[in-house]
T-cell receptor
Framework: DAMVIQNPRYQVTQFGKPVTLSCSQT?????MYWYQQKSSQAPKLLFH???????NEADTPDNFQSRRPNTSFCFLDIRSPGLGDAAMYLC??????????FGPGTRLLVL | GESVGLHLPTLSVQEGDNSIINCAYSNSASDYFIWYKQESGKGPQFIIDIRSNMDKRQGQRVTVLLNKTVKHLSLQIAATQPGDSAVYFCAETLNSGYSTLTFGKGTMLLVSP
């Protein structure tokens, strides 16, 4: 009955090798978010899609991109991962301004 | 690898005690507040929310208190259980007009049997 699904749960990539993380949702929410969370820190918003409108946070590096091909799916692309990009990546969804619901996260390891 | 993390404030309690987790929020214009629970290796889980037109809201074993005068939010957990052990984050947002969540730093709750 998972409502926000993230795949894979663990991802290992090599320094500089592009990687894509995926998120899907069964809630039919119109807003989808991507957060980065490092150890013992709060989630940090990278960007979000409000319907089809992409909203990038001012301090999100250009290395991070996102795609939302339809309402249910959203992808996070890291073009050239560095060691500092190792983190938990969280997807969340909401219906407009209402409560955000999070997926289980993808733990990214960069070697 | 990951950068060295900050040390989270930690609250240690015995099973059966009541727990109070505090949060100071930053924006006096924020009008919607949420508490999330995050267990190790999992995503944040919604616990309870409150809007700025209220000062108290109760759920099952949890109560959120809002003091807008001093921009303070608290989460009270009654009869704390080992399964309550997690990191708790408060989050704030402007609900009137769309805006995104701002998370607080988080508090780790450790419950001993």
């Amino acid at each position: 009955d998972a409502m926000v699904i993230q795949n894979p749960r663990y991802q290992v990539t090599q320094f500089g090798k592009p990687v894509t993380l995926s998120c899907s949702q069964t809630l039919n929410h119109n807003v989808m978010y991507w957060y980065q969370q490092k150890s013992s820190q709060a989630p940090k918003l990278l960007f979000h899609y409000y319907d089809k409108d992409f909203n990038n946070e001012a301090d999100t590096p250009d290395n991070f991109q996102s795609r939302r091909p339809n309402t249910s799916f959203c992808f996070l692309d890291i073009r050239s991962p560095g060691l500092g990009d190792a983190a938990m990546y969280l997807c969340a969804t909401s219906r407009g301004e209402e409560t955000q619901y999070f997926g289980p996260g993808t733990r990214l390891l960069v070697l | 690898g990951e950068s060295v993390g900050l040390h989270l404030p930690t609250l240690s309690v015995q099973e059966g005690d009541n727990s109070i987790i505090n949060c100071a929020y930053s924006n006096s214009a924020s009008d919607y507040f949420i508490w999330y629970k995050q267990e190790s290796g999992k995503g944040p889980q919604f616990i309870i929310d409150i809007r700025s037109n209220m000062d108290k809201r109760q759920g099952q074993r949890v109560t959120v208190l809002l003091n807008k005068t001093v921009k303070h939010l608290s989460l009270q957990i009654a009869a704390t259980q080992p399964g309550d052990s997690a990191v708790y984050f408060c989050a704030e947002t402007l609900n009137s007009g769309y805006s995104t969540l701002t998370f607080g730093k988080g508090t780790m709750l450790l419950v001993s049997p």
